[in-house]
């Protein structure tokens, strides 16, 4: 068991630090004062001293004009720590802490993974030089963040010539209420994926306490062997006197760690509002305590996107692979992505996931393109759009990676085969990345005939993924499928190599099934009872057009019958209106509709479109209902708003994420610019105006940008103040623009108290304009005491109290 210790930020502001000043700069202008609290923490039973370096980034000192500063700032606190550690406890550690930069990654935010990859190298190369034993990423919210971060320290480890045993790697993601980071991730799917990607030692901080955090962890626990680590805050913050206040003492925090040590973490520190007093009551508890005995977790194999994860395998239910955004054979798909459109690919995404696709594959091979960057729009579109797992489709390396990179969670590569130029450039794809791989048992010259020919090609792919590092749990298996037309016993072939790869690796098995048919008529039967025959000889996951419907109900009929079905309930519910004899064709009329933008109402298309994030479509769908004489008023109430309602409500009841929500909203402010632009004066566009801005001295403002992004896709011209604003440029501004609304937020608890002073110079200065607060640090309770009008937990809520207050106006 090893303590960690407690906030640096909470001591700062005790010893004096004063807003707006860089936390990160007292490492030079103050060190003494650093250097003591470190020694605090370490008499108090730490064994690991973390760095002051939270915010020691170029896209975090910029707010100080410090960005030039970053080697200096990170190589001093870790010569502060190392200094304290001599003095104090010699055999303690120190960890180079890196926190979030406050940006969003593409498409949520406008920063690119490499912009983001390279501000974490700069850092991570410093805290390396400075003679770190660990590098903290924490405190994140986001995965495409946190894969970079990760990759940037990974690779500065290697750059510097340092391993895993001189520089462990620890990845701390920070979550909500609800038990997902503020993006949607929860604790299973972040887990997996940065085991796959190579982190050291995973787990939690910041953000809620321990009582909220032990069952995280435990999910944690349930999905990966790595070290797990803890650190809480000492509960969620109160308003006492105006002043912020965390309510859990020392005493009341150290039993309450406890759970979290049995749930399986073996790295255990604490966060805002703790001190040493807190780490000592926390080492006291845990090192008396004999902790349960974690359960091993069995490898398994999974693939995850942002919010899911899905496990492959023989011991899992069959999982259907969407193979339809493909341009191959389809001269439509082709064309539109060659005019830059991706509606059609949305469109079938979304049909297919509603028709029961489990992942989708996705190909971008257009003849005559580069498909580099369709493979960065797709995977962009896709990721936001749809909450499965992605396979990415594709031969050429360039795409590949784009694909990988800007994939936020674990892809499934679709393929590699045997073919030496192939492994070397697919292969370390597949390992820096995290991907799960697909391997394809060809080669130059003819195609393998029998099936032992194929499993000695599949062996040979292995060993090679073996030597990458990939391990067993990554690979899958496709048996190959060649048409009937290639000779009388292909199919039987390709049934006895996946009864043979089940013997041999026991990997999970994918195959395309249209091959097998192709040239034959009455091709979906074909496929049905191929796919049925495969089932039972070992197929876990058919690639298969799951909107084919004989296709579809050969898959369901097969699941049941393999026991896969409790109670027949899926193929009941599925099939059981149909009547007795009836051989529908390829799709089934009776089957139950879904929202489509085919319905005869335009504003029903309209509210479709929206939900859907079709922000391409709409934009037609909007011309055609003013040019029908829809009324504006019309279109923004009964449409646009009423969707965002829906949006809302799926937020807020965990059906939908953040990248859906910014989708959506991005879709509606698509149809307010369409209709400024057709209709330059129309009054229903004038929602009114409302003022953003981040309190004084708090230079966080990523949860202010999102909320000013939705009122504005939502209809409202937001004047946005930015971050670290004083309460007198906050009443200025209201005067100014006659704002009705205004929304304050602050991120850190030392900055908490001055909501309640710009509070207090608005009403001062005897305005009546409505306030909102929120932040990740601000609760109910504290926007009470501190005389707000109302409270916003999210963005999503804060639009939603606006409307509310305008219409009450």
């Avoid at 690919?345 to 580099?372: C, P, S």
Wanted: hydrophobic share 40%; net charge negative; glycine share 8%.
């Amino acid at each position: 068991m090893y303590i960690f210790d407690g906030a640096m930020g909470t001591m700062l502001q005790a010893a004096g630090l004063e807003e707006g000043y860089c936390p990160e700069l007292y490492n030079i202008e103050h060190p003494d004062v650093v250097r003591d609290i470190y020694s605090q923490y370490l008499e108090a039973g730490s064994d690991i001293i973390t760095a002051n370096t939270f915010g020691a980034c170029s896209l975090k000192l910029e707010d100080y004009d410090l960005q030039d500063r970053v080697r200096d700032i990170n190589i001093a606190a870790v010569t502060l720590a190392k200094e304290a550690i001599a003095n104090v406890k010699p055999e303690a550690r120190v960890a180079g802490s890196m926190g979030p930069t406050g940006r969003f990654l593409q498409p949520l935010g406008n920063m690119s993974f490499d912009e983001i990859y390279h501000t974490y190298r700069e850092q991570a190369e410093a805290l390396i030089e400075g003679g770190v034993d660990f590098i903290i990423i924490e405190t994140i919210i986001d995965v495409q963040e946190m894969r970079a971060a990760l990759l940037a320290s990974l690779d500065a480890r290697k750059a510097r010539g340092k391993t895993k045993d001189d520089v462990q790697i620890i990845c701390q993601f920070s979550f909500s209420e609800d038990g997902r980071t503020i993006t949607g991730t929860p604790p299973d799917v972040a887990a997996v994926m940065l085991e796959a990607l190579g982190a050291d030692i995973i787990g939690i901080n910041c953000s809620l306490g321990p009582e909220q955090l032990t069952d995280l962890v435990r999910q944690m626990a349930a999905v990966t062997n790595l070290p797990l680590i803890c650190q809480p805050n000492a509960g969620m913050p109160v308003l006492i006197n105006k002043q912020t206040v965390f309510p859990l003492s020392a005493d009341e925090m150290g039993p309450l760690m406890l759970p979290i040590v049995d749930a399986g973490a073996t790295y255990i520190g604490a966060c805002c509002g703790s001190t040493p007093e807190h780490i000592a009551r926390i080492s006291e508890a845990v090192k008396a305590h004999t902790p349960a005995e974690r359960p091993h977790v069995e490898p398994f194999t999974a693939i995850t996107s942002r919010t899911k994860l899905v496990r492959l395998g023989h011991s899992e239910k069959p999982l259907i692979i969407g193979e339809r955004i493909n341009p191959t054979g389809r001269k439509v798909l082709a064309q539109e992505l060659r005019d830059g459109s991706f509606i059609r690919v949305k469109r079938d995404a979304l049909e297919q996931v509603e028709a029961g696709a489990d992942i989708l594959d996705v190909n971008m091979g257009v003849a005559g393109m580069d498909q580099t960057p369709l493979m960065e729009r797709a995977i962009f579109e896709l990721s936001s759009l749809v909450e499965v797992p992605l396979s990415i489709d594709t031969l050429d390396s360039k795409a590949l990676e784009i694909g990988l990179k800007n994939y936020p969670g674990r892809a499934l590569i679709n393929s590699v085969n045997a073919e030496q130029e192939q492994i070397d450039a697919v292969m370390p794809l597949a390992k820096r990345y995290g991907a799960a791989l697909l391997c394809l048992p060809l080669s130059s010259g003819d195609l393998p005939e029998k099936s032992t020919d194929r499993v000695a090609l599949a062996n040979t792919i292995v060993e090679a993924a073996y030597s990458y590092g990939i391990r067993p749990n990554d690979l899958l298996l496709d048996p190959l499928v060649l048409t009937l037309a290639s000779g009388d016993n292909s199919a039987k072939e390709t049934l006895e190599t996946l009864r043979l790869y089940k013997e041999k690796f026991g990997f999970p098995t994918v195959m395309g099934l249209s091959n097998v048919s192709f040239g034959m008529p009455q091709r979906p039967y074909l496929n049905g009872q191929f796919l049925t025959m495969a089932l039972l000889a070992g197929l876990t996951t058919p690639i298969m057009n799951p909107l084919n419907y004989p296709v579809k109900k050969a898959f369901t009929a097969g699941c049941t019958l393999l026991g896969w079905d409790p109670g027949a309930a899926k193929f009941i519910n599925d099939y059981g209106y149909e009547q007795e004899g009836e051989i529908p064709g390829n799709s089934a009329p009776n089957s139950p509709s879904k929202a489509s933008f085919d319905s005869n109402d335009p504003l029903a298309n309209i509210r479709a479109c929206v939900e859907q994030g079709e922000k391409e479509a709409i934009i037609e769908l909007v011309k055609q209902a003013l040019s029908d004489g829809i009324n504006p008023l019309d279109i923004t109430k009964k449409g646009l708003s009423e969707a965002m309602n829906v949006v809302g409500d799926k937020f807020g009841s965990g059906k939908l994420f953040l990248p859906q929500v910014m989708l959506a909203a991005e879709t509606m402010q698509a149809a307010f610019t369409t209709i400024k632009e057709i209709l330059p004066a129309s009054e229903s566009l004038d929602k009114g105006t409302v003022i953003v801005a981040t309190v004084k001295g708090d230079i966080h403002d990523l949860g202010k940008n999102i909320v000013g992004a939705l009122l504005e896709n939502n209809g409202y011209k937001v004047i946005d103040l930015g971050k670290d604003v004083a309460a007198e440029v906050i009443v200025a501004a209201i005067k100014e623009h006659n704002a009705s609304v205004v929304g304050i937020c602050s991120l850190m608890t030392t900055t908490m108290p001055q909501i309640d002073n710009t509070i207090e110079a608005i009403r001062g200065a005897g305005l009546d304009t409505k306030v909102i607060v929120g932040g990740a640090v601000v609760s109910q309770d504290y926007a009470d005491q501190a005389g707000a009008d109302k409270y916003a937990k999210d963005g999503i809520a804060a639009v939603n109290i606006t409307n509310e207050l305008f219409e009450n106006q």
